[in-house]
C-alpha cells in the first residue's frame, strides 16, 4: 500500500524550530517530486515548499522563505522540512504530497500531486 506519514509536528513557542519528516512506505520517493502544503483553521489549504527529485531544485513559498528549508534523503525514502523562527501564522497542518513526474512546472497545485499524507500539526505559541 502506498502511504505518506508526516511526523515531527508539535507545540514551539515564537523563535523556535521544528523539522518535519515526510517517509515513504510501499512505494520509492526518488523518482518523485515532492512539496509541503499547510492548512490553518479556517483556511484553506497552501503550498509552502517543493524539491524536485534529485533535490536540486526547490522552491519556497514568499511566507516561508530564508526561514524554512525542503529536504530529501532518497536513500532513507524521507523528505524533510525544516522549520526555523517560526511565528504564530505558521501554525497549520502540515502535509506533504507527492507528484508521479520527477518534476514539475506548475509546483503550488495541488492537483499535481497524487499522493498525500495525513498531516501533522504545528502551533506556534507562547
Known amino acids: 500500500q502506498l502511504q505518506l506519514v508526516e511526523s515531527g509536528g508539535g507545540l514551539v513557542q515564537p523563535g523556535g524550530s521544528l523539522r518535519l519528516s515526510c517517509a515513504a512506505s510501499?512505494?520509492?520517493?526518488?523518482?518523485?517530486?515532492i512539496s509541503w502544503f499547510r492548512q490553518a483553521p479556517g483556511k484553506e489549504r497552501e503550498w509552502v515548499a517543493y524539491?524536485?527529485?534529485?533535490?536540486?531544485?526547490?522552491r519556497y513559498a514568499d511566507s516561508v522563505k530564508d526561514r524554512f528549508t525542503i529536504s530529501r534523503d532518497n536513500d532513507k525514502n524521507t523528505v524533510y522540512l525544516q522549520m526555523n523562527i517560526l511565528k504564530p501564522e505558521d501554525t497549520a497542518d502540515y502535509y506533504c504530497?507527492?507528484?508521479?513526474?520527477?518534476?514539475?512546472?506548475?509546483?503550488?497545485?495541488?492537483?499535481?500531486?497524487?499522493?498525500w499524507g495525513q498531516g501533522t500539526q504545528v502551533t506556534v505559541s507562547s
Open positions: 504530497a507527492a507528484s508521479r513526474s520527477s518534476y514539475l512546472l506548475i509546483w503550488m497545485s495541488q492537483d499535481a500531486y497524487a499522493y
Open positions: 510501499g512505494f520509492s520517493l526518488e523518482n518523485n517530486a
Open positions: 524539491i524536485r527529485s534529485s533535490g536540486g531544485v526547490t
